[in-house]
């Protein structure tokens, strides 16, 4: 009986692994789509959610 759920519960591990990983290669190719490469030193300008964000806080970060 224990053997039976540690099966169990290893498949669901593995299984949960598996679709994280899918999830970030598709994170990851949606963010190469939508955001273009920059060089080492270069500025660029990231625009913060309202959500993310207090209300006295900036609405852009210059990085």
Not at 9 to 31: D, F, P, T, W
Not at 40 to 52: A, E, F
């Amino acid at each position: 009986d224990n053997e039976i759920r540690l099966i169990s519960i290893n498949q669901h591990r593995s299984e949960s692994i598996k679709s994280l990983k899918k999830q970030a290669a598709e994170m990851l190719q949606q963010s190469c789509s939508k955001y273009s490469k920059v060089e080492i030193g270069q500025n660029v300008l990231v625009k913060i959610p309202d959500v993310d964000r207090g209300r006295l806080a900036p609405h852009n970060i210059l990085l």
